[in-house]
């Protein structure tokens, strides 16, 4: 405490014995170092922000991929799996029995409906066509007989020369001839019949499948296995379902005569296997899925669509005329909705809020908030906001393929030293050995 004492005493005479102008010296001193290390540190910070404001003005612009808002139909369809199936699907059987003698196809070949495909043994049924014709032939000749007596009896009658029971019962006889000739000719077109069944042909036009029976096997009429089976591929329908929602809009459609176009593509849906038109609805929906069948008929003339084949098919409901699109992964959605970045002249982008319309794959229609030809971005949006300056791919790649700029101030090639010139006086000089190096002095 007393050290204190003396010590603040001492400052106190010292500051006594400077006089006036040594205190006045003493504190403008003081005000300049203030002043100094405030100065000081006001510059320090203004190039602080000068550097953080340079790194911002020299941070690299984000690379970005363009496309160009163009005018296109873009095509209202309604996509759906599907299923190849045949509109007629025949196991052939035989209508008779007997022994197989023939097969008349090969196994996957394309027949047409009338085509012979397999004989069975005709002779027994050629046979009893025979007798059928000869019964056929005796009961007309009875019947014709009886037709002469009746004619003969009502003459007699007339004269009264017989007794009319008698002509009674001779015209019941000529209508029971009568009855037994329609009989026989039920028979006789029986026989043709089985006669004409004894060659098996094909009921529809179609592919046939693997053969279920040998030549020399007994067949019988009526066989479940068959002797082949038969899918009609020409034309062929596929099976697909659409959402109950779709329902009203096909219908509107359709009532209004529209042709609905319908593609099949392959599993991938890369590729076009066949163009048909829409066929028709199911009665009913199912209240499982809130689903309806539909069906969709095919000409397949080249065979690609396959009995219960999946495919991918695209229904073609509608087209938007002339509407501007752009790709699909340039339209980005925010708090405020779907939006996307439009391209300025001077590199930089621009938020520009915009409406969905109908999508066609990776194409999208902009309904309301763009015009046609104006840039949007595509690729690294995600790094962007308003206003960034952005620098384009292409621009980058013809830089590479420009070749870059030579850098300044490179080393340039040491010329080398010139030859030393010719003699002029024609005669040789003497070769000296090389030279010695001169003495340096100390």
């Known amino acids: 405490m007393t050290a204190d004492v003396v010590e603040k005493d001492g400052v106190a005479q010292k500051w006594r014995r400077m006089g006036r102008g040594g205190r006045i010296l003493a504190v403008v001193l003081t005000l300049v170092a203030f002043?100094?290390?405030?100065?000081?540190a006001r510059t320090l910070a203004q190039g602080g922000e000068s550097h953080s404001a340079a790194s911002r003005r020299t941070r690299p612009s984000t690379t970005v991929g363009i496309a160009t808002a163009k005018q296109a139909d873009v095509p209202v369809t309604i996509e759906a799996l599907g299923t190849v199936t045949p509109p007629a699907t025949v196991t052939v059987s035989p209508q008779v029995a007997g022994v197989l003698k023939?097969?008349?196809?090969r196994e996957g070949q394309l027949v047409h409906a009338g085509d012979v495909i397999a004989v069975i043994d005709p002779r027994p049924f050629?046979?009893?066509?025979?007798?059928a014709e000869g019964v056929l032939l005796r009961d007309q000749a009875q019947l014709a007989n009886a037709r002469i007596q009746a004619d003969r009896d009502r003459t007699l009658l007339k004269q009264d020369?017989?007794?009319?029971?008698?002509?009674?019962?001779?015209?019941?006889?000529?209508k029971q001839l009568e009855g037994t000739v329609k009989t026989d000719e039920a028979t006789l077109a029986a026989a043709r019949l089985n006669v004409e069944w004894s060659r098996i042909t094909a009921p529809v036009s179609g592919r046939t499948g693997l053969r279920q029976v040998d030549v020399g096997n007994y067949v019988t009429a009526g066989s479940s296995t068959g002797i082949v089976l038969i899918t009609q591929v020409n034309p062929i329908d596929v099976a697909f379902t659409?959402?109950?929602?779709d329902v009203p809009r096909i219908q509107k459609r359709l009532a209004s005569g529209a042709e609905l176009a319908a593609t099949a593509f392959d599993r991938t849906r890369t590729t076009v296997l066949a163009q048909g038109t829409f066929s028709t609805l199911d009665n009913q929906i199912d209240v499982n899925t809130g689903t309806v069948k539909a069906k969709a008929r095919f000409a397949n003339d080249s065979g690609v669509l396959f009995p219960s084949q999946f495919v991918n098919v695209s229904l073609l409901l509608d087209t938007v005329k002339d509407a501007v699109v752009v790709p699909a992964a340039a339209v980005r959605n925010g708090a405020n909705g779907d939006f996307v970045y439009v391209l300025n002249s001077n590199r930089t982008v621009s938020v520009r809020a915009v409406t969905r319309g109908q999508a066609a794959g990776d194409q999208l229609a902009i309904a309301k908030g763009l015009q046609v030809g104006e840039q949007v971005i595509t690729e690294g949006g995600d790094r962007l906001t308003d206003g960034?300056?952005?620098?384009?791919a292409s621009d980058i790649h013809a830089r590479g393929q420009n070749g870059a700029a030579a850098t300044p101030g490179a080393p340039s090639a040491v010329p080398t030293a010139a030859p030393a010139a010719a003699p002029t006086d024609g005669k040789p000089r003497k070769k000296h050995g090389p030279s010695k190096?001169?003495?340096t002095t100390g």
Do not use: G, H, K, R
């Open 388 to 392: 960034a300056a952005v620098q384009l």
């Open 35 to 40: 002043l100094a290390v405030a100065w000081l």
């Open 242 to 245: 659409v959402s109950q929602d």
């Open 161 to 174: 020369s017989i007794a009319e029971q008698d002509v009674e019962t001779q015209v019941a006889l000529v």
């Open 126 to 131: 050629v046979m009893a066509q025979t007798q």
């Open 102 to 105: 023939e097969i008349s196809f």
């Open 437 to 439: 190096p001169a003495a």
